[in-house]
Each structure stands twice: as structure tokens, then as C-alpha cells.
């Protein structure tokens, strides 16, 4: 008994002097997942407020992983720590690091992929009751978790195969044939 308590605090002692936190376990997501996301995101007009000093504000961009480039990121000291605090954080009554703003609702602290999907309704559109709509959104998601080196850029019509493939995706969800 004497040894297991032992071999407990000094795992403990361990983890303290090497400054592993619970936020550094959280998994980034897949490429795929965290492109659809991503594309979600910028969709319904989420905007991430972040400072590029802060650890939890790098470790949110890293769960994006390459497709943090499409979410709507505001820096809130553009000119580093001790600089000018931007007047958008200012606006949008940011106090702590990373801010999510997601449909009209502030959100503080670092999300997980799963907490962001959930806040954000992924997987439907917002603005929207329109079947077609519906339908097409439901499958430029699936397009671009399959595809995400196409996020951001359209399908033009001279790329018949990637149209076909958009096609088919379409008419395989449910209710949208």
C-alpha cells in the first residue's frame, strides 16, 4: 500500500515538473473533420478572438491543423503582448483568450472540435429552411471533408469528375434525391 501511494505522488511530481496540462491532451482533429469544420465555420460567420502569445489561442488554431487558414481569426495585440489592443476585441467585449463569437453568442476558453460542432448546429445550415439548400450545404460539407485541399475554391465545370463526385455525394443523402 506504502508503494502505490508512492508510485502516485511521484507520478504527480513528475507531471508537475514537466507542466503537462489537460488542455496539451486534447486530439486535433482529422484533416478531413477539421476542414468540414472549418468551412462550416466561416459559413455561418463564426470569429475566433485570440492573442498569438497565449498557449490556448495556438493550441485552438493547432485542432484545425492547415484549415485554420478559413476560420475568421481577429488577433486581439496585433503588435504582440504589450501592444495596442485591437478596437474588434474591443467591440465584441473580449476579455480572455481564445473567444469564440457563434451565431450572436460569446463562448470563452479553448474548444474542443466536438464543443465547436455542437455550438455552431455543423451539419445544418443556419440561415436556412430551404430544402435545396439544405440538401446542397449537407453536401459541399461531406465534399470537402473528402476533398479538403478544394476548400475555398469552387467547382468549375472543366473538372467534370469532382462535379460528378458532388453529384453522387448529393444524391446519397437522405431525403435530397
Known amino acids: 500500500m506504502i508503494k502505490l501511494k508512492f508510485k502516485i505522488l511521484a507520478t504527480l ?18 484533416a478531413q473533420t477539421a476542414a468540414s469544420l472549418a468551412y462550416h465555420l466561416k459559413q455561418a460567420g463564426a470569429k475566433l478572438y485570440g492573442a498569438s502569445w497565449c498557449p490556448y489561442t495556438r493550441r485552438q488554431a493547432q485542432l484545425f491543423g492547415d484549415s485554420f487558414s478559413q476560420v475568421q481569426y481577429i488577433e486581439c495585440f496585433p503588435n504582440g503582448r504589450d501592444g495596442q489592443f485591437n478596437s474588434q476585441c474591443d467591440r465584441a467585449g473580449v476579455s480572455s483568450y ?5 451565431g450572436g453568442r460569446t463562448h470563452n476558453g479553448m474548444m474542443s472540435i466536438q464543443q465547436l460542432a455542437s455550438i455552431s448546429n455543423y451539419g445544418t445550415p443556419s440561415n436556412t429552411n430551404d430544402k435545396v439548400k439544405i440538401c446542397d450545404y449537407k453536401a459541399d460539407l461531406i465534399f470537402y471533408e473528402r476533398n479538403p485541399r478544394m476548400l475555398g475554391r469552387k467547382i468549375s465545370s472543366s473538372q467534370s469528375s469532382l462535379a460528378n463526385e458532388w453529384s453522387g455525394i448529393r444524391r446519397n443523402i ?3 434525391q
Open 98 to 102: 481564445p473567444t469564440w463569437v457563434i
Open 174 to 176: 437522405r431525403g435530397c
Open 13 to 30: 511530481a513528475l507531471i508537475s515538473v514537466i507542466g503537462i496540462d489537460c488542455t496539451s491532451l486534447v486530439k486535433p482533429a482529422t
